[in-house]
């Protein structure tokens, strides 16, 4: 069971990582779905998606939950009938879910230069102390990207910008965390961000400060 990684960066929050090494029938068989999430899965054009898709729902039993546990709001934040926080991510053969007491959102990236095509489309702020000459440009980008999909996910909120409204403060690679903020209708909201990088991927995770 490829559980990958396991982190608790605090009493109330449990991050839990897989790496998707299992066949969409291997995922498929020991799960139980609700109607709407089969016909979902089996509407589905990629098997990649599938997997990904299937490979949440291993990360929930982890944790003790089942497929029927977790809902979504109308904006598509996810929830879990116990009233605890979960956020839910994945990307090509990663999938991570992080469960908390607080509000609390997760993103995981695959590292790729194309990125830096995109930078000007989601950050402003940043793009004052980032250099990009920097051999780490392409790795630090997608840091402010996971942590800015963090927040977005987080925050839930029709018409919230990575550009307008969010920003990440200066951090170096190794140090793996630091401080974002929410900057939205008059209201500033400071998050706690922390990001490590596995097999040419980026996740981070954010917390309100």
């Given at each position: 069971m490829p559980l990958y990684k396991t982190?608790?960066?605090n009493s109330d929050t449990t991050v839990k990582i897989w790496k998707i090494t299992e066949t969409y029938d291997d995922l498929m068989k020991p799960i139980t779905l609700k109607p709407e999430n089969m016909e979902r899965v089996l509407g589905m054009k990629s098997e990649l998606h599938q997997r990904g898709f299937l490979s949440v729902r291993h990360l929930l039993a982890e944790f003790g939950y089942t497929d029927s546990d977790l809902f979504y709001d109308e904006n598509g934040k996810p929830h879990l009938k116990d009233?605890?926080?979960?956020?839910?991510?994945?990307?090509?053969?990663?999938?991570?879910v992080v469960v908390s007491d607080t509000e609390v959102g997760i993103d995981i990236e695959k590292q790729r230069e194309k990125?830096?095509?995109i930078a000007?489309?989601?950050?402003?702020?940043?793009?004052q102390y980032l250099d990009s000459n920097d051999h780490e440009y392409v790795r630090k980008l997608t840091v402010i990207w996971c942590v800015k999909e963090s927040l977005y996910k987080l925050f839930a909120t029709p018409g919230l910008s990575f550009l307008q409204h969010t920003?990440?403060?200066?951090?170096?690679?190794?140090?793996?965390?630091?401080?974002?903020?929410?900057?939205?209708?008059?209201?500033?909201?400071?998050?706690?961000a922390t990001f490590f990088e596995f097999e040419g991927f980026t996740c981070a995770f954010a917390l309100p400060s």
């Amino acid at each position: 069971m490829p559980l990958y990684k396991t982190l608790t960066p605090n009493s109330d929050t449990t991050v839990k990582i897989w790496k998707i090494t299992e066949t969409y029938d291997d995922l498929m068989k020991p799960i139980t779905l609700k109607p709407e999430n089969m016909e979902r899965v089996l509407g589905m054009k990629s098997e990649l998606h599938q997997r990904g898709f299937l490979s949440v729902r291993h990360l929930l039993a982890e944790f003790g939950y089942t497929d029927s546990d977790l809902f979504y709001d109308e904006n598509g934040k996810p929830h879990l009938k116990d009233g605890k926080h979960i956020s839910i991510t994945h990307s090509f053969t990663f999938s991570g879910v992080v469960v908390s007491d607080t509000e609390v959102g997760i993103d995981i990236e695959k590292q790729r230069e194309k990125i830096g095509r995109i930078a000007h489309k989601f950050m402003d702020y940043e793009s004052q102390y980032l250099d990009s000459n920097d051999h780490e440009y392409v790795r630090k980008l997608t840091v402010i990207w996971c942590v800015k999909e963090s927040l977005y996910k987080l925050f839930a909120t029709p018409g919230l910008s990575f550009l307008q409204h969010t920003l990440v403060i200066p951090f170096m690679i190794q140090d793996e965390e630091t401080v974002s903020w929410i900057d939205y209708e008059n209201s500033k909201h400071r998050f706690d961000a922390t990001f490590f990088e596995f097999e040419g991927f980026t996740c981070a995770f954010a917390l309100p400060s």
